[in-house]
């Protein structure tokens, strides 16, 4: 009997660490690796267009608005976190620290605002070509 409650013990201890072992860094959603390279500006002038169109009512460069001030969010966050809070916010403010922190905060839900991977790509390098300057 004490042997079962030991192995049990150990799963679940398993179990648990491995739980843990999610970078917490990239967040979660489908982005789990990308490369940069240099900023490329044609891509970047294209993100502003969609950020324009889809994130200015919430979101300021320099202020805060209904959340919180994008520039310099590519030094504060990996891109792979910034894609991922992008294209699953609701699941980042539930389930990651650094998100759940900012919805603690501000205290508004960020919503998906129905944006495609090479959309939230062409967003951060409109992120990243602010942060360069
Ligand atoms: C309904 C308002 C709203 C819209 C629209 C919105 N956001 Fe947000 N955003 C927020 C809030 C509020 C937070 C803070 C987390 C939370 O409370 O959900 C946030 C957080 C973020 C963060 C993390 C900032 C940091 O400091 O780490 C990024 C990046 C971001 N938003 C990008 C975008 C982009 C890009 C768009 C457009 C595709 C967008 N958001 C649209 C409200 C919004």
Redesign the pocket.
């Known amino acids: 009997m004490k042997k079962y409650a030991v192995i049990t013990l150990i799963l679940f201890a398993v179990s648990f660490l491995s739980g843990c072992g999610d970078d917490e860094s990239i967040g979660i959603g489908p982005v789990k690796k990308i490369e940069l390279g240099a900023v490329d500006k044609a891509l970047g002038e294209k993100g502003r267009v969609?950020?324009e169109q889809?994130?200015v009512?919430?979101?300021k460069l320099d202020s805060k608005l209904?959340?919180?001030p994008?520039k310099d969010?590519t030094k504060?966050?990996k891109p792979e976190w910034?894609m991922n809070?992008?294209l699953n916010?609701e699941q980042m403010?539930k389930e990651n620290t650094?998100?759940k922190q900012?919805?603690g905060?501000?205290?508004?839900?960020?919503?998906f605002?129905n944006?495609s991977q090479d959309d939230?790509r062409a967003?951060l390098e409109y992120f990243r070509t602010i942060d360069s300057n």
């Open positions: 969609i950020f889809k994130c009512a919430c979101h209904v959340g919180p994008l969010v504060r966050r910034i809070m992008i916010p403010t650094a998100a900012l919805f905060q501000y205290l508004t839900q960020m919503t605002q944006v939230a967003i």
